[in-house]
Structure formats: C-alpha cells, structure tokens
T-cell receptor
C-alpha cells in the first residue's frame, strides 16, 4: 500500500483493548473538528465530527472528546479490532469555514 | 455505488511535461477539493470548489490549476510539473450544505516527477 508517513507517532494496542488517539489543534476560531481514518493504500474515510459547542459525541464504538480550554481533541475507540489498524487524522475548519486543516496523523497498530 | 474516482492511479513523468489528473464523483456533491499528502506533513489542501465555475486556492496552490466546468468533475492540472510536486494526491467531495466536513475521498494518485 501507499506510505502515508515515515515517522508518524504510533499507538500500539492489543485487540479488545480501548484506544485513545490524541490531537492538539491550533486555531481557537475553529468550530468543527473531524476525525478521519486512512487504511493502507486507500483515501481517508470520515469517522465522526464534533462542533465546538459540544464536549463529547459518540458514534458506533467511537467517542470524540473536545477540550477547548487546552485545544485538545481525542478519539476513543472501544474494543479495538484488527480492522481499526490505520492512520488517524484530526482536522479542523480553522477561520475559513470552507476548508479543512489536517493534522499529521497517528498510526494505530492492533496486535492479537 | 457512491464514489470518487481518480485517474490515473500512478503516474511517472518528467519535469515540464504538462499533465492532468482527473477526478469525478457520482454523488451530486457541490463541494470538491484536491489535497496532496507528503510524509510528515499530512494532507494539505491545494484547491477547492464550492460549485460549478467557483474555485478557490487552498494552502499550497502554487504550480497547480483546476477547473470546474461540470458538477461531477474537478481535474487537477500541472502545467509544468517539477520534482517537488512528487506526492500522493487525493480528490474529495462533500454535500457541503448538509454535511460540509464529511468528505469522501478518492483512492489517490501517486505522482512521480523526475
């Protein structure tokens, strides 16, 4: 598959454990925050988003937490599965609401 | 099947030889965008389009052109490619009025400029 990053921070978790992927964002004016998942050889895939007027949002097996005080975003994956192995990107819309600004990504490795 | 398609998937070319990477979506999305992905730099936006005949620069537009003559197509044009444009390129689209940031990405185009 395509290499998306040679020196990405990596989180290694055992199958069945919970995963927490963290992201620090930069722009206080951002009002949308989004998580994308990119599997090897594929394009990014939308996971979940959260607006700045919320602190927490839950999806299927995933939860996003937003702490605006310290400009921190996290993605929690419950009962991590081998299929969750991928690079995860956070993104924010910044001051220009027509654009997305992506972080550099975190690689999640799930081992049996 | 709802999808974003890109062609070609792989391209090796030489400096200065004009090329076009095509992007097409079948979801009637008004918003389309091009990104490049480089190791350690994540995804950076090149150009985006809010609708037909409306295009705007992203963060790294230098050396690229785009056009949006039809809603479904958003080609990326490199008039005179240079080695620093060697990268992995992604096209994306979204139904901006409803879900602006739920972008659907194509499979990527690996471009090498020698």
């Amino acid at each position: 598959g395509e290499s998306v990053g040679l020196h990405l921070p990596t989180l290694s978790v055992q199958e069945g454990d919970n995963s927490i992927i963290n992201c620090a964002y930069s722009n206080s004016a951002s009002d949308y925050f989004i998580w994308y998942k990119q599997e090897s050889g594929k394009g990014p895939q939308f996971i979940i988003d959260i607006r700045s007027n919320m602190d927490k949002r839950q999806g299927q097996r995933v939860t996003v937490l937003l702490n605006k005080t310290v400009k921190h975003l996290s993605l929690q994956i419950a009962a991590t599965q081998p299929g969750d192995s991928a690079v995860y990107f956070c993104a924010e819309n910044g001051e220009n609401t027509d654009k997305l600004i992506f972080g550099t990504g975190t690689r999640l490795q799930v081992f049996p | 099947e709802a999808q974003v398609t890109q062609n070609p998937r792989y391209l090796i070319t030489v400096t200065g030889k004009k090329l076009t990477v095509t992007c097409s979506q079948n979801m009637n999305h008004e918003y389309m965008s091009w990104y490049r992905q480089d190791p350690g730099l994540g995804l950076r936006q090149i150009y985006y389009s809010m609708n037909v005949e409306v295009t705007d620069k992203g963060d790294v537009p230098e050396g690229y052109k785009v056009s949006r003559k039809e809603k479904r197509n958003f080609p990326l044009i490199l008039e005179s490619p240079s080695p620093n444009q060697t990268s992995l390129y992604f096209c994306a689209s979204s139904l901006y009025r409803v879900r602006p940031y739920e972008q659907y990405f194509g499979p990527g185009t690996r471009l090498t400029v020698t």
